[in-house]
């Protein structure tokens, strides 16, 4: 296999609190994480090509360079599971296994997409596959997410809720509230921290008081770890771990995962606030799909089936477009249904 890549903690000069040895995965896990990881960044650039040809309105948030979280949490999920985050959602929604053609036809504000075409980027659910949103309010997400866990503790079931906010949300005070009521009755809820270092334009150092988003459960006596978030193996080991407790019946858990978005805040960011080089040495020192693809052509997996996975990716990617992009919009008639009033 193939040297690890430092990580983005390492990169910050920090020391990763909690880190170990990533396990190692099998060939098959290796080359089930690539294509999950390749199909939302080809599903995200295409995204933002749509964008830019004024294909979708409205707010868009990429997820480009955060991929290998949703995919490695989802590796120790089990059906009946419930996933909820906030607005920089498609990367959520394919991990769950929504289709990619549903999601890009609701960010073209088309009738085949999950809201019928009148919700958009930040506004997509899915009963079928526990996905519970896709919300603009930065921290909603925490508390709708510890009323998840709750609904499990107060039926009895063994799921877990993935509750997923950035570092700018973990400020909030709802996100304390819901981490009391959390441990208090010990409910199943993992809260994944993904830490991407930027909350808009403002960074982490010039946000936060305390930093190590992993100790932010300290005085509710949640445990919590720093993961790099780079590496699909630590992610998946760290939820695992996680998981397991909460699935246990200990209570919450909390993961800070250290990532990086590559794109701006939305599309409409010019992203001034950082250096291109910056941003250029992550993608060149630790990019999640890249560290797979060398530890699989290291491993001597043959470079056609590498393309094989790119094109059966692009295939689904593509189909998604052209749907979006034919599909009718909804019709007039549709104006005042699903809403409230
Ligand atoms: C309650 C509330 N305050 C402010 C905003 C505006 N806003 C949207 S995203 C955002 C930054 C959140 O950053 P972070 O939680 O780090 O998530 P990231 O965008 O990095 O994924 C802010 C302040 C909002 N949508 N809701
Ligand atoms: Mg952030």
Known sequence: MAAAKKSVTQEKGQETKGSRTPLEFTKDQELKALRDMLLIRRFEEKAGQLYGMGAIGGFCHLYIGQEAIVVGMQMVLKPGDEVITGYRDHGHMLATGMEARGVMAELTGRRGGYSRGKGGSMHMFSKEKHFYGGHGIVGAQVSLGTGLAFANRYRGNDNVAIVYFGDGAANQGQVYESFNMAELWKLPAVYVIENNRYAMGTSVSRSSAQQDFS?????????????????????????????????????????????????????????????????????????????????????????????AIDAEVREIVNEAADFAQHDPEPDVSELYTDIYR
């Not at 409409?268 to 890249?290: L, M």
Request: proline share 4%.
């Open 215 to 307: 100790k932010r459960g300290v005085s509710f006596n949640i445990p919590g770890e720093q993961v790099d978030g780079m590496d699909v193996r630590a992610v998946k080991a760290a939820g695992e771990k996680a998981v397991k407790w909460c699935r246990e019946g200990n209570g919450p858990y909390i993961l800070e995962m250290q990532t990086y978005r590559y794109r701006g805040h939305s599309m409409s960011d010019p992203a001034k606030y950082r250096t291109r080089e910056e941003v250029d040495k992550v993608r060149h020192d630790s990019d999640p799909i890249e560290q797979v693809r060398n530890r699989l052509l290291a491993a001597k997996v043959g470079e056609q089936d590498l393309k």
